[in-house]
C-alpha cells in the first residue's frame, strides 16, 4: 500500500509508518500545490494530509487511486468531504489526543491577554522598559471573572476545567444543548449566544471551522460581548470577522483578544498586527512533542485499519 505524507511527522511515527506501508515522506516540509496533491489523488492508496493542505474538489478530483484521507489533526474544514464521499473515498482524523494541549494553550492565550504579557515582552525586548511601577502594563485578574465556553466539546470542557479549578473562574457556555459535563464544573448554560457574550468577560471559541461557524464572532457578536471583556480563539480563523476584531480592539471595546488559528493561514490579517492589545501565536494549540507523536500514531492507527480492511477507528462524519 502507498501512503503519501504530506508534511514532516514526528520521526517516531514516520519510522513506525516506514516499517509497516510503502511511505513517501516529505523531507522537505515545503506545502505541496495543489496540482501535486491533485497529481498524488492517482499515485497513492492513502493521503496523509494536515491542516495546511487545501484538499478540495479539484484535489479530490485530481485521480481514483487514494480511497482513505487519514488526517494528521482533530479539524477536518480543510478538507471537501463531499466531494471525498462522493468518490468513496473514507476520511479519518486524530481526535481526543490533543484535548490537553489545546487547552493549555488557551489558557495560555487568556493568561497572555489578561496579563499583557506580548505587550511587555516587547516593551523589555526592545529596551523600552524602565523599571517597575505601581501603574505599569495593569491587566486583568481571573478569579471570579466569568469564562464563556463556545462550543462544549472535549477541548472546550478542558479548558473550562483549567479554568475554574487552576485559576477560580465560573464558568458559562454556549452549545447545541445542555452538557452532563456541565454539572462538576457548575458551569451555567446558555441557549443563546448573545447572552452568554453578554455575560463573558473572557469568551474562548472551541467550534469546529466550515461553513456552520463561519463569522460566527462577528461585528454584532463583538457588540454584544461585554465592554472591556476579551477574545480567545484556538479553534479556526474563519469563525471570527477578524475586520470587526480590530475595530473593536482599537475602540476599546474589547480589552484584548488571544488567537492561535487565521482565517488564511500563514497569513495574519493586517488589521492586526500592529495592535498591542492582541496576543498573536502561529497555530500552536497541538504543539507539544508528546502530542504531536500521538496525533501521528492515531493517523498510522487510521491507516493500518483501513490497509486491514476493518472498521476506520476515527472517521469523519
Ligand atoms: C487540528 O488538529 O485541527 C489542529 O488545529 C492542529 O493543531
Same mark, same amino acid.
Given at each position: ?14 519510522r513506525a509508518l ?42 479530490? *478530483?485530481?485521480? #481514483?487511486? @487514494?480511497? =482513505?484521507?487519514?488526517?494528521? $489533526? ?7 468531504? %463531499? !466531494? /471525498? ?21 488557551a ?6 491577554a ?82 452568554l457574550? *453578554?455575560?463573558? #468577560?473572557? @469568551?474562548? =471559541?472551541?467550534?469546529?471551522? $466550515? ?7 462577528? %461585528? !454584532? /457578536? ?48 493586517e ?47
Amino acid at each position: 500500500m502507498r501512503v503519501l505524507v504530506t508534511r514532516r511527522w514526528p520521526e517516531a511515527v514516520e519510522r513506525a509508518l516506514g516499517e509497516r506501508f510503502e511511505v513517501i515522506l516529505n523531507d522537505t516540509d515545503k506545502p505541496l500545490s495543489q496540482a501535486e496533491l491533485a497529481a498524488a489523488m492517482g499515485e497513492f492508496d492513502v493521503l496523509a494530509p494536515t491542516v495546511s493542505d487545501c484538499i478540495d474538489a479539484d484535489v479530490i *478530483g485530481g485521480g #481514483d487511486r @487514494v480511497k =482513505l484521507i487519514a488526517n494528521y $489533526g482533530v479539524g477536518f474544514d480543510h478538507i471537501d468531504l %463531499a !466531494a /471525498a464521499k462522493a468518490k468513496g473515498i473514507a476520511v479519518s482524523n486524530t481526535p481526543g489526543v490533543l484535548t490537553d494541549a489545546t487547552a493549555d494553550l488557551a489558557l495560555t492565550l487568556i493568561l497572555m491577554a489578561a496579563r499583557r504579557a506580548g505587550e511587555g515582552e516587547r516593551e523589555l525586548r526592545s529596551g523600552q522598559w524602565t523599571g517597575w511601577r505601581p501603574t505599569h502594563l495593569i491587566g486583568s485578574a481571573l478569579r471570579g471573572k466569568v469564562l464563556g465556553v463556545v462550543g462544549f466539546g472535549r477541548i472546550g470542557v478542558a479548558t473550562a476545567e483549567r479554568a475554574k479549578h487552576g485559576f477560580g473562574m465560573t464558568i458559562a457556555y454556549y452549545a447545541r444543548g445542555p452538557k452532563p459535563e456541565a454539572e462538576a464544573l457548575d458551569a451555567e448554560f446558555c441557549a443563546e449566544l448573545e447572552d452568554l457574550l *453578554g455575560k463573558s #468577560d473572557f @469568551v474562548s =471559541l472551541h467550534v469546529p471551522g $466550515g461553513g456552520d461557524t463561519a463569522n460566527l464572532i462577528d %461585528a !454584532a /457578536a463583538l457588540a454584544a460581548m461585554k465592554p472591556g471583556s476579551y477574545l480567545i480563539n484556538t479553534a479556526r480563523g474563519g469563525v471570527v470577522d477578524h475586520d470587526a476584531l480590530a475595530d473593536a480592539l482599537k475602540s476599546g471595546h474589547l480589552a484584548g483578544a488571544g488567537l492561535d488559528v487565521y482565517p488564511h493561514e500563514p497569513q495574519v490579517p493586517e488589521a492586526l498586527l500592529d495592535l498591542e492589545n492582541v496576543v498573536l501565536l502561529p497555530h500552536l494549540g497541538s504543539a507539544n512533542a508528546e502530542t504531536r507523536e500521538a496525533m501521528g500514531m492515531r493517523a498510522l492507527a487510521n491507516i493500518e485499519a483501513f490497509a486491514k480492511g476493518g472498521d476506520l477507528p476515527d472517521p469523519v462524519a
